[in-house]
């Protein structure tokens, strides 16, 4: 992970030695596996101290535990092969097991147009796009949030 951090601390000297101002580096990692005291996410952090803008991203298990949360938005990536595919429950989405095969499965259903990891920018996008509150909770996602929050 040292080598890691230096290299990250010598890619932002970089950006702002080109005259680029950087604020601040998300780093994404996912937990892979259920990590309810943020645990990966702390150690994460720990690693990160030493550059003072980088903060980390970490998703409980793999980031489609967070398009649970905007089923909205994951249908409007393909709304005609997706549409009321994805629960609209109130729920602790950090609780489904494998995400992403969850996810795929429950798109796979339709015109053979299942989901991929591609696919992930776009649903990201069309959250902030339409402006969604997530429906449900996320430990992970409450605490991305705080590190958005911290950032504006």
């Known amino acids: 992970m040292r080598s890691w951090v ?3 601390d010598r890619t932002i000297r970089g ?3 080109g005259g680029r101002q950087v604020t ?3 780093v994404h990692r996912d937990a892979d596996d259920p990590d309810p005291d943020g645990a990966v996410a702390i150690a994460l952090s720990n690693d990160l101290a030493p550059l003072g803008r980088a ?3 970490v998703p409980v298990e793999e980031i489609e535990a967070w398009w649970f949360l905007f089923p909205d938005a994951v249908e409007a990536v393909r709304p005609s092969a997706w549409r009321d595919t994805i629960p609209r429950r109130a729920r602790d989405v950090e609780r489904i097991r494998n995400p992403k095969q969850e996810l795929q499965r429950l798109t796979g ?3 053979k147009a299942r989901y991929e990891e591609a696919e ?3 649903v990201a996008e069309f959250v902030r796009q339409l402006g969604l509150r997530p429906q449900g909770s996320s430990a992970s996602y409450h605490r991305f949030g705080a590190v958005a929050r911290s950032l504006t």
């Open 6 to 8: 230096t290299e990250l």
């Open 15 to 17: 950006y702002e030695a």
């Open 24 to 26: 601040a580096a998300l």
């Open 55 to 57: 903060h980390p991203v």
């Open 109 to 111: 259903r339709r015109k």
């Open 120 to 122: 992930s920018p776009r």
